[in-house]
């Protein structure tokens, strides 16, 4: 077990690098730095000075290096638009982001499971016919979509929410939150249903197949043998089975959320850091945008990482086959 | 023996789809778009790209049968005065070419990794099969809109969108072909040790035949069920990317950029701009994925009994 951790974090470490190597090749071939420093009364010979003092003519790999290096002590180069250091402008993006996403994953996971469980113990039923049929229909409507939809009908037409930014804010230990006031709660609305709807369908379905599956085993049968009420086998020994899937690939779709954040993020104008990559490329400001790829990496990597780790931990056949 | 057992298997596939209503609907309306995205000039009453045509005064006119609508335009005007319904068709064009291109390309990739990954196993297997993990693990839309976005910014918008097509073909292509590396894969490891490919491999083929012309004909028929889907994927990123500004211009819209041209509009109750194109591009997903799911049931019957 030790050893199968030990392998995933170098296999973390090593995706890490190639991100930062494929991060710092663009800021290298798109990104001048002397000529974001300086204006253009500035002679050839300072330029060239300057360029030296700042290592710039140093080898690709020397220069690699000194980005890696700083990237891990968290300096992860300047935006010159916003005249902050990158991290600082993602990190002051985040937490609208992070509530967003929040609110979404407790959406879908409120609602998938007992409508996942449901289908699964009556699939003939009308009910679950519909949230199967409704599911394959979600599916295939893009995100944005669905979002300009939810604009239309409930802002432009009828005035109840509102269609964009994250109104009232406050300020708890210098996270900007929009949970404790009623305007941010109602700005929450709209994007979190939104973003929740491309995901509903696909854990539903996943929810559904693997109860379907686990209450034609035999561990099940015999559980009704003994004669254990009906909310016992379903909640207690099926639904506690149907878990491991669930969360494994729960952890995966965490991290696809965020880039669906991207496209909700823009309809509804919200500003996380999704609005702010996308901002960062039109403005063409490299190193913002190459930070955020290195967080949104850094991110995905993690991530994928826990959620492999914990599943080598509750799943012993993953233990076995790592020796 | 082979051509026989072909006709069986094509024929079931045949009496299957007869049999269910949703499939041949499907068919017919994915067949309808495909006639018409391959036909639009000769179908559109207008060229969209011909700006002489084009009247800026002409902007923004309601469908048809609305008030102030014209019967020029069935349904309505866009933004810069053209007739929708001819831009939706070039539109759908454009889409469809991309989405059938970054699938050709996809499976191009994939099944060369897959194939190779497969039957030649050990290292290879290994480092080929990690590398597509990590990138599966990154979310295939998120690659997409980062790899557009650096290529954006690398070329300029000018440039970027004078070779948009053909990039965005290369930029979803790459995105999403793991999905083809590891079914590919799969499916090889399961013919690899059958007797058919010992008795090539004794009668002294040498791989690369093997690999291609016995064993890769086996494997096709879970690459069909995915590629479906993959259609489906690739239009909706298409779509996704140029929503965000990142894919086709307006100047040649997508119906992705359409949509997004017509979202900053629907505020001021302009929203036939947005609405045509969102469900030309839904009904078009949701066709695609219908048939995907009745054919990977036909094609697959241990799922269909489950």
Redesign the interface.
């Known amino acids: 077990m030790f050893a199968f951790i030990v392998r995933r974090i170098i296999?973390a470490t090593v995706?890490m690098l190639v991100i930062g190597f494929i991060g710092f090749s663009?800021k290298h071939?798109?990104g001048d730095p002397v000529r974001d420093l300086v204006g253009i009364s500035v002679s050839v010979e300072e330029r060239e000075a300057l360029r030296e003092q700042l290592g710039l003519n140093d080898s690709f790999f020397e220069q690699y290096g000194r980005f890696v290096s700083n990237a891990v002590r968290g300096d992860l180069g300047y935006s010159y638009f916003f005249k902050k250091p990158a991290l600082d402008v993602i990190l002051s993006k985040a937490p609208a982001t992070i509530e967003l996403v929040f609110v979404s994953s407790m959406l879908i996971l409120l609602l998938s499971v007992p409508m996942g469980l449901y289908s699964a113990i009556y699939p003939k039923r009308f009910f679950s016919r519909l949230a199967m049929g409704v599911s394959?229909?979600g599916?295939?409507?893009?995100?944005?979509?669905t979002a300009?939809v939810l604009?239309?009908v409930f802002a432009?037409q009828l005035h109840w929410l509102p269609s964009y930014g994250r109104g009232d804010t406050v300020n708890i230990l210098g996270w900007e939150s929009g949970l404790f006031t009623i305007d941010g709660l109602r700005h929450l609305v709209l994007p979190s249903i939104a973003l929740s709807s491309i995901m509903l369908p696909l854990f539903i379905r996943l929810i559904r197949?693997e109860m379907?599956?686990v209450l034609e085993t035999e561990y099940i049968k015999y559980a009704w043998a003994k004669g254990l009420t009906r909310k016992r086998v379903w909640l207690v020994h099926a639904f506690k089975n149907t878990l491991l899937p669930v969360i494994t690939v729960g952890g995966?779709q965490l991290?696809?959320l965020?880039?669906?954040t991207?496209?909700t993020e823009?309809?509804f104008q919200w500003q996380g850091m999704g609005f702010m990559?996308?901002e960062a490329?039109?403005r063409?400001d490299?190193a913002l945008?190459v930070a955020y790829?290195v967080v949104?990496?850094a991110l995905?990597?993690v991530v994928?990482t826990v959620v492999d780790i914990v599943y080598g931990l509750v799943n012993p056949t993953v233990t076995i086959a790592s020796r | 023996m082979q051509t026989k057992r072909q006709k069986i298997k094509d024929s079931y596939l045949l009496y299957s789809f007869r049999r269910d209503k949703v499939a041949i609907v499907s068919a017919t309306i994915l067949a309808l778009f495909l006639f018409a995205a391959l036909f639009a000039p000769m179908l559109a009453p207008y060229d969209p790209y011909d700006v002489t045509s084009i009247d800026i005064m002409d902007a923004e006119i309601p469908p048809s049968w609305m008030e102030g609508g014209e019967s020029r335009f069935f349904l309505g005007t866009d933004i810069m005065g053209r007739d929708l319904l001819s831009t939706m068709l070039y539109g759908l064009r454009i889409s469809v070419a991309i989405g059938i291109g970054a699938v050709f390309l996809q499976a191009f990739i994939g099944i060369a990794i897959g194939l190779a990954s497969g039957y030649l196993g050990g290292r290879v297997d290994a480092v080929l099969m990690r590398i597509a993990d990590v990138q599966l693990s990154f979310s295939t839309l998120m690659v997409a809109i980062i790899v557009s976005a650096i290529v954006q910014v690398a070329f300029g918008v000018g440039r970027y969108e004078q070779i948009a097509v053909p990039l965005l073909i290369v930029i979803i292509g790459i995105a999403e072909w793991p999905q083809y590396a590891r079914t590919v894969r799969a499916s090889v490891l399961g013919e690899k040790n059958k007797e058919y490919v010992e008795a090539a491999r004794v009668i002294g083929l040498d791989s690369k035949r093997i690999m291609f012309s016995h064993i890769l004909p086996n494997t096709l028929s879970p690459v069909l069920v995915i590629s479906t889907v993959q259609v489906a994927n690739a239009v909706m990123s298409e779509a996704a990317l140029s929503f965000l500004g990142l894919g086709m211009p307006v100047s040649m819209p997508s119906i992705g950029s359409l949509i997004n041209a017509g979202f900053e509009y629907i505020f001021s109750g302009a929203w036939w701009i947005t609405f045509f194109p969102a469900m030309l591009l839904i009904v078009f997903i949701l066709v695609i994925n219908l048939l995907g799911d009745w054919l990977r049931d036909v094609l697959n019957p241990k799922l269909y009994k489950g």
């Not at chain 1, 599916?139 to 979509?145: D, N």
């Open positions: 296999q995706v663009v071939q798109l394959i229909v599916v295939s409507i893009p995100v944005f979509l300009i604009i239309y432009v197949a379907m599956e995966v991290g696809i965020i880039a669906f991207i496209l823009t309809v990559f996308l490329v039109e063409s490299t945008l790829l949104v990496g995905f990597v994928n």
